[in-house]
């Protein structure tokens, strides 16, 4: 999510309850074996503050680094149903997540013989509702739900119901997978609890278990809210590890208020603050002038994730080591190339394939220069599906 960026509700199906979320993370970590460190560099020397943790947090850190990593969607579906028209409606097509959704679309489209139209809401709820408007009279095959909350658009979907449109979402509700409330066809997006570890396990694993953390988040979105309480219960598996700051921030105030903050916060932690963790890469943007005019180095401390969406502008900064030094990005064309694939399934009355993309940890050590995340494999999968 970004400024004017998923403006998520009180987002819709059943979730963990915060016990069992804690349960389950401290039983995950305490299982797992030791694994090489894939953090950043200057991890703090001596003993760890959270053996078991922090070794667990050393293995998935590893594995969510892996940028070889085989294909492992759906290995079989429909083949390609031909003629037809998909419409995606987009949140705002300055946002950079939804434009590269709606590229991935209209790449796999191509593929597989489909026309796509893209319509902009431009961010705005009476935008993004003429836009829904517009795409359920042109009465196509399907419309994708593109970075939006569709129970601000509730009139449209129920006339794409009416109409037999199918609905797909992309991060439309927060939870991958089928809706009923809304009707969704399938919701495609990573897993929030599976992003939220994997920002939080960084920490753990580069700190060595010994880390001041500032927690960036925006509570007036209960999504983002959300994935921030997930971040802290998984930081608190390991004692050594503290947690400074709960920095609410509104999305729509970060340009004008993180400056702010971070000076404030530089002042008053000092060398205490080594590690930052942020629901969204965009808080790091705004944050760089105030860390550059305190002298801090672009490389660090504090050493910066963003838990959610990998824009173009968070690898630029992971490249250049300029005040962020990594992000767990979607992988925004596969999701597009799903997307399609998910709507060839509901065209040929298959169920959704129920593929869920894995996280991934983007460093500059295994970034390779590029702009986002690309996993390897997928194009292959999905042509083989389609016989294309």
């Not at 925006?218 to 809210?225: C, L, M, N, V, Y």
């Not at 064309?333 to 894995?358: H, K, T």
């Amino acid at each position: 999510m970004k400024r004017n960026r998923k403006a998520m509700p009180a987002l819709l199906g059943p979730r963990p309850a915060a016990t069992a979320l804690l349960l389950a993370a401290a039983t995950v970590l305490a299982g797992c074996e030791q694994g090489s460190s894939g953090g950043p560099t200057g991890q703090a020397s001596g003993p760890s503050g959270c053996p078991a943790a922090h070794a667990a947090a050393q293995a998935a850190v590893s594995r969510a680094e892996r940028t070889d990593a085989a294909w492992h969607g759906p290995a079989g579906g429909p083949k390609a149903v031909s003629g037809k028209t998909i419409v995606y409606v987009a949140q705002t097509m300055t946002n950079p997540g939804v434009a590269g959704a709606a590229q991935g679309v209209k790449e796999a489209a191509r593929v597989i013989g489909w026309n796509v139209r893209v319509i902009d809401g431009g961010g705005t709820p009476a935008g993004i509702q003429a836009a829904m408007s517009q795409a359920v009279t042109l009465k196509p095959s399907g419309i994708v739900i593109g970075g939006f909350d569709p129970g601000t658009t509730s009139q449209q979907v129920a006339q794409a119901g009416a109409a037999r449109i199918p609905l797909i979402g992309w991060h439309a509700v927060a939870s991958p997978g089928p809706s009923r409330r809304p009707e969704l066809f399938t919701n495609v997006t990573t897993k929030v609890e599976d992003v939220a570890r994997a920002g939080a396990q960084w920490v753990i694993a580069g700190s060595n278990g010994h880390a001041g953390v500032v927690l960036f988040t925006d509570a007036s979105i209960p999504f983002a809210k959300h994935k921030s309480e997930l971040i802290r219960k998984v930081l608190a598996t390991c004692p050594g590890v503290s947690l400074l700051a709960y920095e609410n921030i509104p999305i729509p105030d970060a340009s004008s208020r993180t400056p702010r903050e971070i000076s404030t916060l530089l002042s008053r932690f000092q060398d205490r603050w080594t590690y930052s963790v942020a629901i969204n890469d965009l808080y790091f943007a705004d944050a760089a002038p105030a860390f550059r005019a305190a002298g801090r180095k672009g490389s660090g401390p504090p050493l910066n994730i963003g838990a959610g969406d990998g824009d173009p502008s968070a690898f630029e900064r992971i490249n250049s080591k300029q005040y962020q030094a990594a992000t767990v990005p979607e992988p925004l064309s596969l999701q597009g190339w799903q997307i399609v694939d998910e709507f060839n399934r509901a065209f040929s009355g298959r169920p959704a394939s129920g593929y869920v993309a894995p996280v991934h940890i983007t460093t500059a050590g295994n970034s390779g220069g590029a702009t986002a995340w690309d996993p390897p494999g997928y194009r292959q999968g999905y042509r083989k599906i389609w016989g294309r």
